[in-house]
């Protein structure tokens, strides 16, 4: 076996390191890393008080940080193809719509380049569209986003088309495909990956599963009307109904997060991903909710005012989503849930070995 | 080996592992043989199903520990109190095995008037020299037995060694000639010097100095025991755990003893399996890499006038009955083997180009020799000593003396690259620019790369074939030996003289094959098996072996392995029955239990229904039944023994043993062991206790400590500054000293670091942290592991004090995937009497937390402990 | 015993599946090391955990056998097999190979697939690595190789078994502690095997085959001494399938929303006009 380069230890516990765990216990008189413990510690057991050496039993998601990226604008791109679409139909601002079908079209191409980005194997991205699984989140989603896609090119396609020549069959056939497309598969599509995150092992995420794709859906809602408002259109009141609608729901759905009790909600209060969810409920719903009320009483400030509600509303859609994901890596380390194992039982057991000594 | 040798005729587990299945209770000491032989244990695993009842001994609660009925801890060191207890038990609860202890051991024999036994001697058997520090074991012969000695040593006497040769003892007296009171009841006779020989091996003892309590011994007596009679029986497995003891001999002899009184050799699920620690070490004594004897065990002439010439040697060695009276003819045809026609009558059959044992030729021997600077150049083939050999220091500075050094290995071994990076050279104890040694490091094939045959535990010999050709340079070792035979060979017909007149003799034509060269080894094979040098036949049967030089055989145990051109027995793996005939070939004669003779009654019958083995066929007039017989397969049960037609028929028809001159397995042996007659508990070298039955011989009084400077012992009893028991052996995930296993990324991730086994209140006690670095110390060398504290490793009460042990593995060296310190550095080179082999499984030690300095600093923190802290 | 011959006489069609049990095991990682060379998977990792002998710590992309050593009571005269108390037990981990198998349900690309012998196998020439699957395991088996970019898991030695062959694991147990057959037949093996058990005392043997689950039943079943938690088996495993309707209507019900709160807001203020 051709061994010998490739396998080389990759982290074998030197010496420094463990002159680094001897003054991390001395300094805060507790270890983080598995491995070396403290004199008189308890020893690693395997029990059923205390799991496999309390060992994580989960895998944790293998997800780069493009996921949530890819999760912000997809669902920013979904709920701007609905806008986009339903806008026109409804004979509301022309303006308004053509930058909001533009920004699906762009949108779904750069969320398409994330998530193929994320892949271990990129340049079999296709291979996703060789079977459809209803029951795969990820197989429906993948579907989603090329249906959306080119129901996006195809209304931007149009719009293209009726800028060279008035009234074409084939705009007209391409707009209503598109208009279609759009607003079908981009309700699916702006907040499936809520129920993608929800349906799986993660603790954090399957007690979520209700919440998940309302909270995202309306997150995705909400940087959709910031993203047309940050491209200029300041003035819509509809927009800004929308807005409110969103964030007084993306309120609701923060209050709700922080009435639950579930152990396996703590990660979305504890840590980083619990500092990034509340952020970002708070950018995502009261925030956006004062600015966008105030920008009613105001013509002068209306712009900035909307323009903050806006950046409040996108950067907290960006700190819920990245803050979830790694709320699920955070749920996955926490061994005894998987196991059925309640909290106080482990106190108690380690309080019993510490009075053995 | 010798322990067995002398007990019952051949020093080799007697039986199959097979056999294990049919076992009624398996008593697994000195071994942890779920480890160390997975492969055997599945029929340890197969007989506990069926209700066996499985005992381990061991001061760990390993992984066989895990996996049998009862766990029995043990103090490193105490085995012979152990068993002794346990014979104790067995002699005074009158639980021996009647009929067949009377007939089949030589339990009735009468000792002479002079002899006086360990007991009335204070730990000193009659025949002790204090100057030599030796034995004359002539107080020891039966009586009647006439001293053969003539001018030599008593054989298997000798101060140079040659403890192997003497698997079959008894040769210092003619031990045909005896006396027996078969009522047992003689004072003088075998059975009541047992008695009192053990009479203070009481459970009481057991509880004070092994550290077993008393309920906990008694319910292992019981089990054990009453797995034996008729309907039943019960095995021994042991291993390493006891062969490397300074009493190791004596520890086997002491289950032989256990294994005669219960009735338990040559009968299926019995006997003793002496599980060997290597692939083919039985194999490398078959035909031996020992300096001491020939193959098939016959000795190595010494230097003494017993051997100036033939006849005076085959006298010495002949026996006037048992197998061993056909001597002459084994040692014709070897002779003849490797002589071929330069081998005549006129010539004594080439018997003075046989070397002679000049002094100890042993490796450790040898060794010292090497340290001191005696030695020019050294051939290292498959071994490891810079890690694998005790006192791992002594080991590597005395390689920077040799001229030349020649390591034939898989991989750059620490053996091969001591010069450059031991930890003597990060020390600065050594300087790479001062090391004369000019290293040869010639690449080795691996096993799948060559074909040839192993001999394993049970005696089997099995054929690898060649799968694929060996890379680049890397040859066999057959090719190596031959083709170095060959250049020798083809100088010393250059220059014909007295001194290349061995070389000249030897025969030498093997056929070779291929680009390389390869010599044929199924050639190889048949010259072991042996031929019929008129007719130009292989041989089926030793029983054809001549002594007019019309035969040869290359070790006449394995002949029959090749009994027609063409038909290798090793090769063929179609098992016929449980007991795997047809799967290879057991020597002798493919027998698998061998001294199946006690399987049957002395009228021939078999014990029971149950244990039904080999019989006599009163029909047919032979022995039969599921095994080739070890007896001669027409003579009768009711056979009188005729000493004037020698050999086999001078036994009587119901004497098991043939290998014995009196054809009796013996509880007590006459000669042939250096130690004495009977098992005697001596403490280990360094032990924190003193011996509690002999305050006046602490260790086994014949026993080399080899003592000098560089290879010190701590004061014993109980040296203050080591006080913890240490103990070493081997894991699963790894081989040895780790040269193969720890160049294979898939063995070196299942275990990655070189650990020390600490139980939680020796951890507290000396303040060491789980995982953490803790460094051993003992009068040799310091090194470090991690803690892997567990509660498998017990506290034991001994003396009304705690004393505590503590578990080292040894694969570990600083070459190739996963690296750590040398815990044979810890080791004293030490010998045994007999077999010359070190003591590593108990020894003395001290912790300290934290991980040793690096470079000089860790010899100052070494002699700062040895010297400062009396 | 697995003897002479060795082919297993089983059809493809014929579900197959591993019965594992600890109380034959004896801890000697053979299984680890067959799967490793037969499948020829890299080593990942030399660290000493300080777990018992486990260094190997879990199963994962390059390992796909993993023996568990748990440690208890230690009495001296008392054996491991003891009935009366779990001393130190040895239990060789593997994929479940699930009735319902999360990561099969859950996998975009269709490389995970059901074969003809009822396991799951993961088709390496097909995953694209959107670990999906990794997130979909309630036994944390499967795992995507960072540096490969694609996951692996065990893959049933499916080539093995086509050939007539068992699993290179089963084959290199020396104690038959991890049997292969068939799944009806072995699942009554199992019962049989726990009634020898509790007929001998051992009270805390138990099959650990969680049919009452959502993956209904594993192809890899166990005996073990002791609870499920104790070696990191789910007591109650579910399939991430489970919450799919719950979460399709909750995403249902906000999409009708959103659309209701568009349509809302562009007919009452948006309109030109």
């Known amino acids: 076996m051709s061994d010998a380069g490739e396998n080389r230890p990759k982290s074998s516990v030197r010496e420094e390191r463990l002159d680094e765990i001897r003054r991390q216990a001395s300094e805060r008189g507790s270890l983080q890393q598995p491995g070396v413990r403290a004199i008189g510690s308890p020893l690693p057991k395997a029990s059923p008080q205390t799991g496999y050496y309390q060992q994580p039993l989960l895998k944790q998601p293998q997800w780069t940080p493009l996921v949530p990226l890819y999760f912000f604008v997809g669902g920013a791109s979904g709920a701007l193809g609905v806008i986009g679409s339903l806008a026109d139909l409804l004979g509301a601002d022309d303006e308004l719509a053509l930058k909001a079908r533009n920004m699906a079209t762009a949108g779904s191409a750069i969320s398409s380049v994330f998530l193929i980005a994320d892949l271990g194997r990129p340049s079999r991205f296709l291979n996703m569209l060789r079977v459809f699984k209803p029951q795969s989140v990820m197989s429906v989603g993948s579907w989603v986003l090329s249906g959306f896609g080119a129901s996006a090119a195809c209304s931007t396609l149009a719009d293209i088309l009726d800028t060279q020549v008035d009234g074409s069959a084939i705009s007209s056939f391409l707009r209503s495909v598109g208009r279609t497309g759009c607003t079908v598969l981009g309700m699916p599509f702006h907040n499936y990956t809520g129920v993608l995150i929800g349906a799986s092992v993660i603790p954090v995420w399957n007690n979520r599963i209700r919440s998940l794709p309302r909270e995202f859906g309306m997150s995705g809602l909400q940087s959709a009307v910031g993203l047309l408002e940050l491209a200029g259109e300041t003035d819509s009141n509809a927009l800004n109904a929308i807005g409110l609608v969103a964030s007084a729901f993306e309120t609701w759905e923060g209050l709700e997060l922080l009435r639950a009790r579930d152990r396996e909600v703590a990660p979305t209060k504890e840590g980083l991903s619990g500092a990034l969810i509340q952020t970002g409920g708070v950018l995502s719903g009261p925030v956006p909710i004062v600015l966008r009320l105030a920008s009613l009483f105001t013509r002068r400030r209306r712009r900035g005012l909307r323009h903050a509600a806006a950046l409040s509303g996108i950067i907290g859609s960006l700190c819920l989503r990245y803050g979830w994901v790694a709320a699920g890596t955070a749920s996955a380390r926490n061994w005894k849930i998987p196991l059925d194992i309640p909290d106080q039982e482990e106190k108690q057991s380690s309080q019993e070995l510490a009075a053995r000594g | 080996m010798p322990g067995l040798g002398t007990s019952v005729g051949r020093g080799g587990a007697t039986t199959a592992q097979q056999s294990l299945a049919d076992s009624d209770a398996i008593l697994i000491m000195g071994s942890s043989m779920a480890e160390q032989h997975p492969v055997g244990f599945q029929w340890v695993v197969e007989a506990r199903e069926r209700g066996c009842r499985v005992i381990h001994v061991d001061p760990r609660f390993t992984r066989t520990s895990a996996c049998a009925d009862m766990w029995v801890p043990l103090r490193a060191g105490t085995d012979i109190l152990f068993l002794g207890a346990l014979i104790r038990y067995v002699l005074e609860n009158d639980r021996w095995f009647k009929d067949y202890v009377v007939h089949y051991t030589n339990a009735s024999t009468i000792l002479r008037e002079d002899y006086v036994d360990a007991e009335d001697g204070a730990g000193l058997f009659s025949g002790w020299d204090d100057e030599k520090k030796q034995y004359t074991p002539e107080t020891w012969l039966y009586e009647g037995s006439e001293p053969k000695q003539s001018g030599g040593s008593h054989a298997g006497h000798h101060p140079a060694g040659g403890g192997h040769a003497k698997d079959r003892g008894g040769e210092a007296g003619h031990s045909e000639q005896f006396e027996t009171d078969e009522t047992l009841q003689h004072p003088r006779c075998v059975f009541q010097v047992l008695k009192r020989h053990f009479a203070r091996y009481t459970p009481e003892l057991v509880e004070r100095s092994c550290g077993i309590p008393k309920d906990v011994f008694l319910k292992v007596a019981e089990t054990y025991i009453a797995a034996s009679g008729p309907q039943k029986t019960g095995c021994i497995c042991y291993a390493v755990g006891w062969t490397q003891h300074s009493t190791g001999v004596q520890i086997i002899r002491a289950a032989a003893i256990l294994q005669l009184l219960l009735g338990n050799i040559g009968r299926p699920g019995g006997g003793i399996l002496a599980l060997r620690g290597h692939a083919s070490i039985q194999g490398s004594t078959d035909i031996p890499t020992l300096y001491d004897i020939l193959p098939a065990y016959m000795p190595m002439p010494f230097f003494e006038d017993d051997a100036k010439n033939f006849e005076a040697y085959v006298k010495k060695h002949t026996t006037e009955a048992g197998l061993w009276s056909k001597f002459e003819t084994f040692m014709v045809s070897f002779l003849k083997a490797w002589y071929g026609d330069a081998a005549t009558k006129e010539n004594q059959w080439g018997f003075n180009y046989l070397p002679r044992v000049t002094g100890d030729h042993s490796e450790l021997g040898y060794w010292l020799d090497m340290a001191d600077g005696k030695l020019d150049g050294l051939f290292v083939m498959g071994q490891n000593p810079a890690v694998g050999a005790p006192n791992g220091r002594l080991q590597r500075k005395a390689m920077a003396n040799l001229k030349w050094l020649v390591v034939r290995d898989l991989v750059e071994t620490e053996t091969a690259s001591f010069w450059k990076d031991s930890p003597e050279v990060e020390r600065g104890e050594l300087r790479p620019e001062d090391i004369g040694t000019e290293v040869f490091l010639m690449p080795a094939a691996g096993p799948a790369e060559k074909s040839g045959s192993f001999t394993n535990t049970q005696r089997l010999l099995q054929w690898h074939n060649k799968a694929v050709d060996a890379p680049g340079d890397a040859r066999s070792e057959l090719w190596f030996a031959y083709h170095l035979g060959r250049m020798l060979k083809e100088r010393a017909a250059r220059e014909r003289n007295a001194k290349n007149a061995a070389l000249n003799a030897l025969t030498w034509a093997i056929p070779t094959r291929g680009s390389v060269g390869e010599p044929d080894a199924e050639s190889v094979l048949a010259e072991i098996n042996g031929r019929n040098l008129t007719t130009g036949k292989l041989l089926s049967t030793f029983e054809d072996l001549k002594n007019d030089g019309s035969t040869m055989s290359g070790c006449w145990i394995y002949t029959g392995v090749m009994p027609e051109e063409g038909r290798n027995r090793a090769n063929i793996r179609e098992a016929k029955d449980s007991l795997g005939h047809g799967w290879g070939f057991a020597w002798p004669k493919d027998t698998r239990i061998i001294y199946n003779r006690a399987s049957a009654r002395p009228d021939g019958t078999p014990w029971s229904e149950e244990k039904k083995f080999v019989w006599w066929d009163s029909e047919k007039r032979e022995w039969t039944g599921k095994d080739i017989s070890d007896f001669k397969k027409d003579m009768p049960p009711d056979h009188k023994g005729d000493l004037s037609k020698g050999g086999l028929e001078a036994l009587d028809g119901d004497k098991p043993f043939g290998m014995h001159p009196d054809g009796r397995g013996w509880l007590y042996v006459n000669s042939g062991l250096k130690d004495g007659p009977l098992p005697t508990h001596f403490e280990p070298l360094e032990s924190p206790v003193r011996n509690p039955l002999y305050p006046a011989h602490q260790t086994n009084p014949p026993t080399n400590k080899k003592e000098r400077p560089d290879n010190r012992y701590a004061n014993s009893p109980g040296d203050p500054r080591f006080p913890f028991v240490l103990t070493t052996y081997r894991l699963t995930e790894h081989h040895t000293a780790g040269g193969m296993s720890r160049a294979l990324s898939h063995l070196s991730e299942l275990q990655p670091e070189l650990f020390a086994e600490i139980s939680p209140e020796l951890a507290e006690l000396t303040g060491i942290s789980p995982n953490d670095w803790v460094t051993i110390v003992t009068p040799r060398a310091l090194i470090s592991a991690r803690a892997l504290i567990t509660a498998r490793m017990s506290v034991l009460e001994i003396e009304g004090r705690q004393i505590h042990q503590v578990g080292l593995p040894y694969h570990w060296g600083w070459k190739g995937l996963v690296t750590g310190d040398v815990a044979n550095d810890l080791l004293a080179l030490s010998q045994e009497p007999n077999v010359r082999i070190m003591e590593t499984k108990g020894l003395v030690c001290n912790l300290i937390p934290g991980r040793h300095p690096a470079g000089h600093a860790a010899l100052d923190e070494l002699h700062e402990l040895l010297e400062e802290r009396p | ?273």
Not at chain 3, 195 to 222: C, E, N
Request: net charge negative; aromatic share 10%; with cysteine.
């Open chain 3, 1 to 273: 015993m697995s003897g002479a011959t060795d082919h297993t006489g089983i059809q493809p069609g014929e579900i197959t599946a591993f019965l594992t049990d600890s109380t034959l095991c004896i801890g000697c990682k053979a299984c680890e090391v067959a799967c490793k060379e037969w499948n020829d998977i890299s080593a990942d990792g030399f660290d000493f955990t300080g777990w018992s002998y486990d260094n190997t710590g879990a199963l994962g992309h390059a390992t796909w056998r993993h023996v568990k050593f748990v440690e208890g009571q230690i009495t001296p005269g008392i054996g491991g097999n003891s009935a009366e108390q779990f001393s130190w037990e040895f239990s060789s981990d593997v994929c479940k190979h699930c009735e319902v198998a999360g990561c099969l349900e859950a996998c975009p690309t269709g490389s995970l697939v059901r074969t003809e012998f009822g396991s799951v196998f993961l088709q390496p020439d097909i995953c694209n690595g959107c670990s999906y699957c990794v997130i979909s395991c309630p036994f944390g088996v499967v795992q995507k190789d960072e540096d490969d970019g694609r996951a692996f898991k065990c893959t049933f030695c499916t080539d093995r078994q086509k050939a007539g062959l068992m699993p290179a694991c089963a084959k290199a147990c020396p104690t038959e502690s991890i049997k292969f057959g068939r799944h009806d037949e072995l699942r009554i093996e199992a019962q049989v095997r726990l009634a020898t058990l509790q007929a001998r005392g051992m009270a805390d043997a138990q099959i650990y085959d969680p049919t009452d689950s959502s993956v209904k039943g594993i192809h890899s079943m166990f005996i073990i001494r002791g609870e499920p938690e104790t070696y990191n088996l789910p007591p109650k495993p579910e399939v991430p399938s489970i919450y799919l309707k719950e979460g399709w209507k909750s995403a249902a019900f906000e999409a009708v929303a959103m659309v209701g709160a568009v349509v809302a807001s562009f007919f009452l203020l948006g309109r030109k006009g």
